[in-house]
């Protein structure tokens, strides 16, 4: 079946310092992969996507490259605020998967950053 | 805009009762989910549905049910409340296989 692995958090970091929040996936066929963000008391929110290998999806000064040959999509941004606070889930949602709609989610990373 | 709307936000409720969770979306999809979001946990599947008249079970159904009379409007029930239900629930909609999810607010329920 499918599967998303994201590093264990919470990641702290200091205002300005870069940010990596790794991800790495199985999938039976050629999926579709996300990051969402969710900020504290809110729902999901969609912050960037890629759908197919070498895209890269960018956002807010999020960006994320979907390498087929590593099964990997990690997040990156160059320099961090501390309105960046919030929980980061990765994500795919795979059509090959008889027709499902239904996505899977990584567990998600809590990232706080420190003025 | 179109969008995605849960009520009530937060609900307190006794060990026992039935509790009916709104979700609303006016984004015309005929596929909508339900989640549970838990410390330790990420978000867990309840149940989702492709359309008018279907429903089904996700992972973590049990105690749950849902229906779903239109396209805009898929209600959770609890049918008889337990303090494990305590937790933050989600309600989400999808427009094609590998779209992104479009996400409501949240419904935070508390059973005592």
């Known amino acids: 079946g499918n599967s998303v692995t994201q590093m264990e958090g919470p990641v702290t970091l200091s205002e300005e310092a870069f940010l990596t929040i790794n991800c790495t996936y199985t999938?039976?066929?050629?999926?579709?992969l996300f990051w969402y963000v969710q900020y504290p008391g809110e729902g999901l929110q969609l912050l960037l996507k890629a759908t197919k290998a070498d895209d890269k999806g960018s956002n807010k000064g999020f960006e994320a490259t979907y390498r087929k040959e590593t099964t990997s999509f990690h997040l990156e941004k160059g320099s961090v605020q501390v309105s960046d606070s919030a929980v980061y889930f990765c994500?795919?949602?795979?059509?090959?998967?008889?027709?499902?709609?239904?996505?899977?989610f990584g567990r998600g990373t809590s990232l706080i950053v420190h003025p | 805009d179109a969008e995605i709307t849960q009520s009530p936000r937060h609900k307190i409720t006794e060990t026992g009762r039935q509790v009916t969770l709104a979700c609303h979306q006016t984004w015309n999809h005929n596929n909508m989910f339900w989640y549970r979001q838990d410390l330790g946990h990420g978000l867990r599947l309840i149940h989702y549905s492709y359309g008018v008249q279907d429903t089904n079970k996700g992972e973590v159904s049990d105690g749950y049910s849902v229906s779903r009379s239109n396209t805009e409007d898929l209600p959770l029930t609890l049918e008889s409340a337990a303090s494990s239900q305590t937790s933050v629930y989600f309600c989400?909609?999808?427009?094609?296989?590998?779209?992104?999810?479009?996400f409501g607010p949240g419904t935070r329920l508390t059973v005592t």
């Open positions: 994500a795919l949602s795979d059509p090959s998967s008889g027709g499902s709609y239904i996505p899977t």
């Open positions: 999938a039976t066929g050629y999926p579709s």
């Open positions: 989400a909609s999808v427009r094609d296989i590998g779209s992104e999810q479009y």
